[in-house]
């Protein structure tokens, strides 16, 4: 039989029973050993992990450098990143460690919200090991972890506004906008299911809660770097004209080469898990079920357009990440339980390898040899796609971004990285008058100045043989969006 905690649930640490401490030890234990699988994952390369990862450090580096971050964000996670790369002092690696502390910090408040709903050791012990294993996490620690910090909060929050705690559920539901605005989000969402199926719309909390919503909602577009009306243009063309089923979705745009046997796995546990709790909520409908069944089915929205850069592709990421919360609702036999738990940590020894840095992160060994031979001098802004962009700005100093700049430069000042545009042809188009305003870098990548660009490309009709690569995302050609600019 599972060990009851519930009697010492609100007991001081100083009147608990050593089997406690023990057990507080051993969720404190599996959830080290989340991070250090992590840690382990993210450390197959000698870069930073991610698509995203070098504009975090170029954050962290001008921050530490020169006083001020590159672009204005009040995001708790640049504190934190600051904090470990002052202790590490290495940005690549400070940035494995901090996504990897995250995989672990998510670990405990998951399992520390099956404590507080159980106080079932087996459950709990089930969870870390499941989380222990989880190919997803893995990956989207590597690719996300502002959003990842926002959950930690998130969970975190859930803790308290189901013990009807209203009091931490509102500190933890700020903490939440500065995570990240999408836990935010949920956040409310969780907070008006809740309160309304458990409070009287006259009750306190509940005007307290909408009351600090709308304060800090509205505060945020008077603080740099967190809100601005221009974020309502990341919204645009989110749904879609097709109804899919997301999962299924990724799993034929990601590729199946990239997915490995044990993340398919864990994609179908967590459908069985999706399908159980729907039956034991329509057997015995409770609002800790049904909280996270309208969160799930919120983020699944079969509308929701399916794009890599999109909105609608990141909610559906989080959904993995919520099905073992669902273990509130799962009564297994003690001893199932705790074999499952053996079989997860064991096959967590193999499954931290799911992650491959070749096949899920931009190739940045080639970025740096193509930073290296970009002549920069005088140089002051580079135009690039993203990840190349951002890579380069932290490998030379020099700002590049994946847009055309709203601003007007001298010619000698803007230059541009072409990729997929044969370096012939480019060189032809040129002409003999232009041969030193642009140079090859590597098989893909050509160095050229930004108005011999435009002249080449402006004489383009869209029969022509690389049209479609220069109105592509490897070849950026649209400005900044105005959201990417205002209330930063």
């Not at 699988?37 to 991610?50: C, E």
């Not at 160095?447 to 004489?459: F, G, L, M, N, P």
Request: glycine share 6%; charged share 15%; net charge positive.
């Amino acid at each position: 039989m599972d060990v009851n905690l519930s009697h010492s649930i609100n007991q001081p640490w100083w009147e608990k029973r050593p089997s406690r401490l023990l057990f507080v030890a051993g969720i404190v234990g599996l959830s080290v050993l989340s991070f250090l699988l992590r840690l382990q994952a993210f450390s197959q390369t000698a870069f930073a992990n991610g698509w995203d990862s070098y504009f975090y450090i170029i954050q962290v580096k001008s921050f530490l450098e020169e006083g001020q971050m590159h672009s204005t964000d009040r995001s708790f996670i640049y504190p934190f990143f600051i904090g470990l790369q002052w202790l590490v002092g290495d940005y690549e690696w400070s940035f494995k460690l901090g996504s990897a502390l995250l995989a672990g910090l998510f670990t405990l408040v998951s399992s520390i919200f099956i404590w507080r709903r159980t106080a079932s050791v087996s459950a709990i012990l089930l969870v870390c090991a499941f989380l222990c294993f989880s190919p997803h996490l893995t990956y989207f620690a590597s690719q996300y972890p502002k959003n990842l910090l926002g959950l930690v909060f998130f969970v975190g929050m859930l803790i308290f506004l189901f013990e009807e705690r209203w009091m931490e559920t509102l500190v933890f539901l700020v903490l939440c906008f500065f995570g990240h605005r999408m836990a935010f989000g949920l956040g409310v969402i969780s907070l008006l299911v809740v309160a309304s199926a458990k409070l009287p719309w006259k009750h306190w909390a509940v005007k307290a809660g909408i009351g600090l919503v709308v304060v800090v909602f509205i505060a945020g577009f008077f603080v740099r770097g967190l809100l601005s009306l221009y974020d309502l243009e990341r919204f645009r063309g989110m749904l879609s004209a097709e109804i899919h089923w997301m999962p299924w979705t990724f799993y034929q745009a990601f590729g199946v080469e990239k997915m490995s046997w044990f993340w398919r796995v864990e994609f179908i546990l967590g459908h069985l898990i999706l399908l159980w709790i729907s039956i034991q909520f329509l057997r015995k409908p409770n609002v800790v079920l049904g909280c996270l069944l309208a969160l799930q089915f919120l983020l699944l929205f079969p509308l929701w357009k399916f794009s890599f850069d999109g909105m609608g592709y990141r909610l559906f990421l989080v959904v993995p990440l919520l099905w073992p919360l669902a273990f509130v609702s799962i009564r297994l036999n003690c001893f199932v339980s705790i074999g499952l738990s053996a079989l997860f940590l064991i096959v967590a020894s193999l499954s931290w390898k799911s992650y491959q840095p070749l096949k899920h992160d931009p190739p940045y060994a080639l970025y740096q040899k193509v930073s290296e031979k970009s002549p920069v001098d005088k140089v002051e802004l580079v135009i690039a796609h993203k990840a190349l962009a951002e890579y380069f700005t932290f490998k030379t100093g020099v700002d590049a971004l994946p847009w055309l700049p709203e601003y007007p430069l001298e010619k000698d000042k803007l230059w541009r990285i072409t990729n997929g545009v044969d370096w012939t042809w480019l060189k032809n188009q040129a002409g003999p008058e232009n041969r030193d305003k642009l140079k090859r870098l590597s098989v893909n990548y050509v160095w050229i100045r930004e108005d011999v660009y435009q002249e080449v490309i402006s004489k383009m009709g869209e029969g022509d043989v690389f049209y479609s690569e220069v109105r592509s995302w490897r070849n950026p050609y649209e400005v900044r969006p105005m959201y990417l600019l205002k209330g930063r």
